[in-house]
């Protein structure tokens, strides 16, 4: 599906201080929550006598583009979208080696990085653009090979799923994403149990080979949460150069189910199916497993390898 963007061009008074922004906002993200968060930003910098303006981007202008000609003396890009708008956004920060520091606001149904952050509310990104907290955080790359050959590559900052997981993002109706937001992928995961074919996977961790069989799902993750919220990886830092591996074994419908609880929680990393690691290279190869970067399915596939790609520079709220 193509993105429409919304771009707001605005410079934020801090004391005797000049804060250049560039804020990109997907309204079609979240099923037309983008537009509406983008519109509760704009009154409230608009309330607050700070100075803006808006700029509605063409169906045919990419976001790859757009930040490719962003003025260098823009000092922070804030994104309002989900997982994959914030995905794309990076993408066009490493591609086009841009050194602005990232800005997330959640405007869709996922919102992963604004949850580390600490800026899923207005109140708390206004206070992080005033104390302008920054940490370093991980890009990793994927570099895939789906079923039917198709080769991609794809920079991400949250998670790659494959498995349950990512039968589930697939599996999600679109009514429940845009009634309930990162909630509704539940829907998706509960499908995914009743659908779910463990398959063959080989596993790769800096040149170690981990495990050989067939699995559940396994969940790549550089910062602790999915789908909302949900302590997945509980042990990741995105600042560490390393990529969280949880890895469920073969599992029966009713053993997945019975652990579904203790995944809502944390508290699986015990559980006798799970392998729990960290790499700085991860490669798998699989029979044809489903797939999925940053909340965006794309279908099944034969071999994947992440690597560490970079750093970008993230505001986050510490209080």
């Given at each position: 599906m193509k993105l429409y963007f919304w771009f707001i061009y605005t410079s934020i008074i801090v004391g005797e201080e000049m804060l250049e922004i560039y804020v990109l906002a997907n309204p079609l993200a979240g099923y037309k929550r983008g537009i509406v968060v983008a519109r509760k930003i704009s009154r409230l910098l608009r309330d607050n006598g700070f100075d803006f303006k808006l700029r509605v981007?063409?169906?045919?202008?990419?976001?790859?583009?757009?930040?490719?000609?962003?003025?260098?003396?823009?000092?922070?890009?804030?994104?309002?979208?989900?997982?994959?708008?914030?995905?794309?956004?990076?993408?066009?920060?490493?591609?086009?080696?841009?050194?602005?520091?990232?800005?997330?606001?959640?405007?869709?149904?996922?919102?992963?990085?604004?949850?580390?952050?600490?800026?899923?509310?207005?109140?708390?990104?206004?206070?992080?653009?005033r104390n302008r907290n920054t940490t370093r955080i991980d890009v990793f790359l994927a570099n895939v090979t789906l079923k039917?050959?198709?080769?991609?590559?794809?920079?991400?900052?949250?998670?790659?799923?494959?498995?349950?997981?990512?039968?589930?993002?697939?599996?999600?109706?679109?009514?429940?994403?845009?009634?309930?937001?990162?909630?509704?992928?539940?829907?998706?995961?509960?499908?995914?149990i009743i659908k779910r074919r463990n398959r063959f996977a080989r596993v790769m961790g800096d040149n170690e080979e981990i495990f050989s069989g067939k699995?559940?799902?396994?969940?790549?993750?550089?910062?602790?949460?999915?789908?909302?919220?949900?302590?997945?990886?509980?042990?990741?830092?995105?600042?560490?150069s390393l990529i969280d591996m949880m890895l469920a074994k073969a599992l029966s419908r009713m053993e997945a189910l019975s652990a579904l609880p203790s995944v809502l929680n944390g508290e699986h990393l015990s559980h006798p199916a799970v392998i729990y690691k960290q790499f700085h290279r991860i490669y798998i190869i699989s029979e044809g497993d489903h797939l999925a970067i940053d909340g965006e399915y794309l279908g099944n596939f034969e071999k994947v390898t992440v690597t560490h790609a970079g750093k970008i520079d993230l505001l986050w709220n510490t209080s």
């Open positions: 981007i063409k169906e045919n202008e990419s976001i790859l583009d757009v930040i490719s000609e962003i003025d260098d003396s823009f000092e922070y890009l804030l994104v309002i979208g989900g997982d994959g708008t914030v995905r794309s956004a990076v993408e066009g920060l490493m591609l086009h080696k841009k050194k602005h520091k990232l800005i997330c606001f959640p405007g869709g149904t996922g919102s992963e990085l604004s949850i580390y952050a600490n800026t899923t509310t207005i109140r708390n990104l206004i206070r992080a653009l039917d050959g198709t080769k991609l590559n794809k920079y991400f900052v949250a998670n790659l799923q494959i498995g349950h997981f990512a039968l589930g993002v697939k599996e999600t109706p679109p009514l429940a994403k845009r009634l309930f937001y990162g909630s509704g992928y539940m829907v998706g995961i509960f499908k995914a699995i559940y799902a396994i969940h790549l993750g550089n910062v602790p949460t999915t789908r909302g919220g949900i302590l997945i990886a509980p042990l990741a830092d995105p600042a560490d």
